[in-house]
């Protein structure tokens, strides 16, 4: 069965410094996808960034990189110069291959409070 | 392009009533997905539609139940509301032409039950 896992409730950044948020999967299936969102206060999830499991790079959208490590089964969200608005809690997803493409598996989250 | 969009934002119910949420997903996405987000539970899928059909189901009680219009639209029905139901349901959309899938989430129902 598919696992997500975030390790970090809670992570403090200074404004304009990088953070790293950590996930580690859990799955059997050689075809998948990995997500990640951020949910503000206002409760509504912000897709950011995704990488697929066959993809050579890692993904990047703007200020926004996915370190991936498929050995280990990691994908860590790298946010580079964290701003006041990006202090949110952020979920790890993933979904098993594209059958199952609208059905995915969240980790418990990381809530992020960025410091002026 | 609109996004998301879930009718009501905000609905109180008392046990054992029952509820019926809205979900419109973006023009053009023909896959509809349900999660229940609850401080306990985290996010958990409840179920997908895709072209009027339940394509994946999570590990919920028959309580809850779902369906999908020719326009993509999708109501999902909770019967005989308990207080463990209250939670944050989140609706997703998404494109099968898109080569990530992605979804598009609405800003959710939040349903208490008194």
């Known amino acids: 069965a598919q696992k997500i896992t975030q390790t970090q409730p809670g992570m403090f950044v200074q404004e304009k410094e990088a953070v790293t948020l950590d996930c580690t999967y859990d799955?059997?299936?050689?075809?998948?996808?990995l997500f990640w969102y951020k949910q503000p206060s206002s409760g509504e999830m912000i897709f950011l960034i995704y990488?697929?499991?066959?993809?050579?790079q890692n993904a990047t959208e703007g200020r926004y990189s996915l370190n991936f490590q498929k050995a280990r089964k990691s994908a860590n969200l790298v946010i580079s110069a964290s701003q006041l608005g990006d202090s949110a809690m952020y979920f790890c997803a993933m979904r098993e291959d594209n059958t199952n493409a609208g059905k995915s598996t969240f980790g418990d989250g990381t809530t992020l409070t960025v410091k002026p | 392009k609109a996004g998301v969009t879930q009718t009501p934002r905000y609905l109180i119910k008392t046990r054992g009533q029952q509820v019926t949420l809205s979900c419109s997903p973006i023009s053009g996405h023909r896959s509809v997905s349900w999660y229940q987000q609850t401080p306990g539970q985290g996010l958990q899928f409840l179920f997908e539609y895709f072209s009027e059909t339940q394509r994946n189901k999570g590990n919920f009680p028959g309580r809850f139940s779902g369906r999908q219009f020719s326009n993509s639209r999708s109501e999902m029905n909770v019967s005989t509301l308990e207080l463990g139901d209250s939670a944050l349901y989140l609706c997703a959309s998404s494109s099968p032409g898109s080569n990530s899938y992605e979804q598009y989430f609405g800003p959710g129902t939040r349903l208490t039950v008194t």
């Open positions: 990488q697929g499991s066959y993809d050579q």
């Open positions: 799955t059997s299936d050689p075809s998948y996808g």
